[in-house]
């Protein structure tokens, strides 16, 4: 469900970011109201990406995923105390918790693919239709493709050109909060991405996000001392993530939607011992071995790199910075642009 402030202001009740569900029921504006309005109780379970404002009220999701003026997880309401958010459905074994939390986003919306195991996985469940960006030739838009009509989905392939990079960096680094290469090459990709998006009517991307740190994804992972601790600061660094990729989105009217940071999904994988994560070499293990229940194999064990790689931004943002004078600093180059268009 998504609604802009004046589809809201008709209805006189709230506005709402997202979508809302309780114990496993998505809500219709109609339910959500009657709820604000009699059973303010029941807000304390609400699962779902949202930011919910109503009267002098605002409610946001457990993680934070969708953006809003309260902390993540609370009911704030004036001249009450502040309420927290922590939704509990019951527990469910990792293959069920997924595939259930991937249900409950797909009624509408189109599935971001890269055609690694993450957004394969969710693309089989979602059965939507697809989107991947990347310049000419790089290795996402044809590993999606090829992930794509394994599945026998359609999927839009969006090739970047080179110029159309150069000309969003300032707006991407004018908006992002942290403005270094890997942040800015990260929303570069979500950039195109969700402006696709916004230009074909979709207002919400499934993604794979979030799986790297619930399941153990990151090649740092395979050499690490101290795996469980490594996992629980970087699944604590998810909200900063998701502020960065949501505020890009929200320039194209659009939200990035989570099911691998479902609140079954992330009980389901804290249950599951670090050391079963990654082991013999491998990374996300035990989300790879759901994933051969739903595509092959050949996606479900790919070893695949970051988007802002797999999508080639990352080299067309270095041959940027050279050609204008920063031979050795891509961070060079985006200071000097946040200097000079936006005076930071």
Same mark, same amino acid.
């Given at each position: 469900?998504?609604?802009?402030?004046?589809?809201?202001?008709?209805?006189?009740?709230?506005?709402?970011?997202?979508?809302?569900?309780?114990?496993?029921?998505?809500?219709?504006?109609?339910?959500?109201?009657?709820?604000?309005?009699?059973?303010?109780?029941?807000?304390?379970?609400?699962?779902?990406?949202?930011?919910?404002?109503?009267?002098?009220?605002?409610?946001?999701?457990?993680?934070?995923?969708?953006?809003?003026?309260?902390?993540?997880?609370?009911? =704030?309401?004036? @001249? #009450?105390? /502040?309420?927290?958010?922590?939704?509990?459905?019951?527990?469910? &074994?990792?293959? $069920?918790?997924?595939?259930?939390?991937?249900?409950?986003?797909?009624?509408?919306?189109?599935?971001?693919?890269?055609?690694?195991?993450?957004?394969?996985?969710?693309?089989?469940?979602?059965?939507?239709?697809?989107?991947?960006?990347?310049?000419?030739?790089?290795?996402?838009?044809?590993?999606?493709?090829?992930?794509?009509?394994?599945?026998?989905?359609?999927?839009?392939?969006?090739? =970047?050109?080179? @110029? #159309?990079? /150069?000309?969003?960096?300032?707006?991407?680094?004018?908006?992002? &909060?942290?403005? $270094?290469?890997?942040?800015?090459?990260?929303?570069?990709?979500?950039?195109?991405?969700?402006?696709?998006?916004?230009?074909?009517?979709?207002?919400?991307?499934?993604?794979?996000?979030?799986?790297?740190?619930?399941?153990?994804?990151?090649?740092?992972?395979?050499?690490?001392?101290?795996?469980?601790?490594?996992?629980?600061?970087?699944?604590?660094?998810?909200?900063?993530?998701?502020?960065?990729?949501?505020?890009?989105?929200?320039?194209?009217?659009?939200?990035?939607?989570?099911?691998?940071?479902?609140?079954?999904?992330?009980?389901?994988?804290?249950?599951?011992?670090?050391?079963?994560?990654?082991?013999?070499?491998?990374?996300?293990?035990?989300?790879?071995?759901?994933?051969?229940?739903?595509?092959?194999?050949?996606?479900?064990?790919?070893?695949?790199?970051?988007?802002?790689?797999?999508?080639?931004?990352?080299?067309?943002?270095?041959?940027?910075?050279?050609?204008?004078?920063?031979?050795?600093?891509?961070?060079?180059?985006?200071?000097?642009?946040?200097?000079?268009?936006?005076?930071?």
């Amino acid at each position: 469900m998504w609604m802009t402030a004046a589809e809201c202001s008709e209805g006189g009740a709230f506005e709402l970011t997202g979508w809302v569900e309780l114990d496993g029921t998505r809500l219709s504006r109609p339910a959500l109201e009657e709820i604000l309005e009699r059973r303010r109780d029941c807000i304390s379970g609400f699962g779902g990406e949202f930011f919910l404002r109503w009267g002098a009220c605002r409610a946001r999701d457990h993680f934070g995923i969708i953006p809003g003026d309260c902390p993540k997880g609370t009911l =704030i309401c004036d @001249a #009450e105390p /502040e309420k927290r958010i922590l939704p509990s459905p019951p527990a469910l &074994p990792l293959r $069920d918790a997924i595939v259930e939390a991937v249900k409950l986003r797909s009624d509408e919306g189109v599935t971001a693919l890269s055609g690694g195991v993450d957004s394969t996985l969710v693309a089989a469940l979602a059965g939507l239709g697809c989107v991947a960006v990347g310049l000419e030739d790089s290795h996402d838009l044809d590993r999606a493709g090829r992930a794509a009509q394994v599945l026998g989905l359609e999927c839009a392939r969006v090739t =970047i050109r080179p @110029a #159309e990079v /150069e000309a969003a960096l300032p707006v991407v680094i004018g908006t992002i &909060p942290k403005k $270094d290469p890997v942040n800015t090459g990260i929303a570069l990709t979500q950039f195109f991405l969700t402006r696709w998006a916004g230009e074909q009517g979709y207002r919400r991307i499934l993604t794979g996000q979030g799986a790297d740190e619930l399941f153990g994804g990151y090649f740092r992972y395979l050499e690490t001392a101290t795996l469980e601790e490594d996992l629980g600061r970087d699944f604590a660094g998810l909200e900063e993530q998701a502020s960065r990729d949501q505020v890009i989105a929200a320039l194209h009217g659009t939200y990035l939607s989570m099911p691998y940071l479902d609140v079954r999904v992330v009980r389901a994988a804290r249950d599951i011992p670090c050391w079963e994560k990654v082991r013999e070499g491998r990374r996300k293990v035990c989300l790879r071995e759901v994933a051969e229940h739903y595509i092959p194999r050949e996606f479900a064990w790919y070893e695949k790199r970051a988007m802002q790689y797999g999508s080639g931004i990352a080299k067309e943002l270095q041959k940027i910075a050279r050609r204008n004078g920063y031979k050795t600093s891509v961070q060079g180059y985006i200071d000097h642009i946040s200097r000079v268009e936006h005076g930071q």
